[in-house]
């Protein structure tokens, strides 16, 4: 994971642990726990849906998202326990954002999503998976 500063004009992409930017020298602790933060919301979120607590799933799944608003994947997987929680409209409004907006991994994902919608792809593809994203897992250590 990297840090891109938040800094207009500089931009610069720092590897994590950073304390400052390598570009422009701004300080980057604050911005550093925020997006660490995001990621234990995630990780909570995760954990919940994988207990059928959809309730508290998307409440940690939506405070991941205040403090990330991109996070793709979370939202793929605020879609996933939407649909699980039987909100089906929510879960096809994130996909749709999703299909215009994402990285390709996560549009191809969402289009699965989208297909199981209709019963063109097995349900399995909208399980949500418990607390072993290990990339997620990475990025929250120190």
Partial sequence: MAIRCPVTGCMQENPVPVESCQGCGADLRAYAAAL??????FNLGLAA???????RAKHE?????????KDEEAMLVL???????????????????????????????????IAV??????????????PKSARRRRRTQT
């Fill in 79 to 113: 879609g996933k326990v939407y649909w699980a929680a039987g909100e089906k409209r929510n879960a096809r409004r994130i996909w749709k954002e999703l299909l215009a907006t994402g990285e390709r991994d996560i549009k191809r994902q969402a289009e699965q999503c």
């Fill in 36 to 41: 660490k933060l995001a990621d234990l919301h």
């Fill in 49 to 55: 849906a994988g207990e059928h607590n959809y309730e």
């Fill in 117 to 130: 919608t209709k019963g063109k792809r097995r349900r399995e593809t909208l399980a949500v998976r418990g």
């Fill in 61 to 69: 799944l939506g405070a991941c998202l205040s403090l990330r608003h």
